[in-house]
């Protein structure tokens, strides 16, 4: 994973963000104040424009809303991935987060599959985050 | 609050047209084909490179730029101009803003352009500088191998699928009737027929989306020339007056409050863009969409008034869209489907071939006023379109 091509640029908003993926956690900002969960990481709440927004764990669970298989080899750093789905899933907590990753469970997407959250660090200060079937 | 009915309607309007070959490898620079394209614009319209004050592009860092184009082509002092960072969804939103430059005075020749080696220099779908900066939003779609515009807008016509019971067949008959219509269009790309098996059977690219649902990659270029309308009259050809314009955002990976991306993020612009221009769908004679895929064309078709959600594929397999028969022709030139990927600028040149009268044997029937559209709103959260009428 070392020699990617391209990994997330690390920014002053979300450094947190992918440290907590690193580290095995999938963390949003979640907002003191008015409640609202921010994705992705930003430097006020898109629900009341507040400052005071903690980093905390969601559920980490979500339903599927659409997904697209992908062929196609976009960049190098997918070469070994193709075929691979990704996922745009929303989350438990609120409708309007609508968070895409590779679903990498093995199994054919379906529409409401139930997914969660895992992560995998790639670098110092740096995870992805990846959808995982729930198995009933 | 914004009063769209304030757009100055007619008071600019578009002169000339030109255009370069459109092929895999054009074999010249960027500059080369900027320069060619605007100077068969400005014969067309009569004019030479001194009436130039104004150069108007956009791309994401692919072409060249005004400043250099201006100096390089001897254009002393620019009175306006833009380089719009971005692609399609900007597209139509250049010669919007050429148009109130214009109408208000600020300068009275502006071209807008669109130069690029899209197939044998830099490809679209993250094949540009890794080590560059990236965008605000890249950071999220790097991590989920999410990169191409053709995968965020084949998550939404999965979307469109899953709500409408959308099929491929109906994202086929998009491609198969683009095709139709550049098979004899001397600019197009592509002159052989596809038929519904061949779309089956093409390659998986960002399933749902195959081969044929993707548009061209293009080397080539297109411009326009904006003049005031008065100016116009005196000029050799119809006058295609700039009745309406208009901005509206979309949708992005932010995605704040927009929780069913089946829904047309084109609504809000058609809306302003109807109130820009004083009138409504019933009025469009002919429509250039914005398709860079197949669905595109589907979610503009019900953003711009022309169907209720999921009437879309009923209306394709009755042929409601052909050139030949069709009640509301659309993308008569084969767009970026099987013309050519001028970035919706070619869109604008066939619109105004169309209007004049000049569209030989792909000329519609009725064909004094245009819709033109940029890429509908998905991806980069903007969106644009015009409405162009015969004097």
Known sequence: ?136 | MSNPSRFPRGEAAIAGIGCTAYSKDSGVSVFNLAAQAIKAALTDAGLTMADVDGLVTFGPNDSIPPNMLAQGLGIKSMSFYLDHFLGGSVSISTVGQAALAVSAGVADCVVVYRALNGRSELRMNGSGAPRMRQPWDMPYKINAGYIAPSQEIAMAARAHMLRYGTTSEDFGRVAIMSRNHALDNPRAMMHEPLTMDDYLESRWIADPFRKYDCCLETDGAAAVVIVPAERAKDLPHRPVLLQGAAWGGGITIVNNDFDDIADSPARPVAERLYASAGIGPGDIDLVEFYDCFTYSVISQVEGYGFAEAGEVPAMLAEGRFDREGGALPINTHGGLLSEAYIHGINHVYEAVEQIRGEAGVRQVERHDTALVTGQVGYVSGYSSAIILQGA
């Open chain 1, 1 to 136: 994973m070392a020699d990617r091509l391209m990994t997330p640029m690390v920014d002053r908003d979300s450094a947190p963000y992918w440290k907590a993926l690193a580290d095995g956690r999938f963390e949003l900002q979640h907002c003191r104040r008015c409640g609202h969960w921010n994705w992705p990481p930003r430097p006020v709440c898109s629900g009341c424009l507040g400052t005071d927004l903690a980093w905390e764990q969601p559920s980490g669970t979500g339903s599927v809303y659409s997904w697209v298989v992908t062929h196609q080899v976009y960049g190098p750093d997918w070469a070994q991935e193709v075929p691979y789905t990704i996922a745009l899933v929303r989350l438990d907590e609120q409708r309007d987060l609508l968070v895409p990753a590779i679903l990498r469970s093995g199994v054919d997407a379906e529409p409401g599959m139930r997914v969660r959250a895992v992560a995998e660090r790639i670098a110092d200060g740096i995870g992805l985050l990846y959808w995982e079937a729930v198995r009933a």
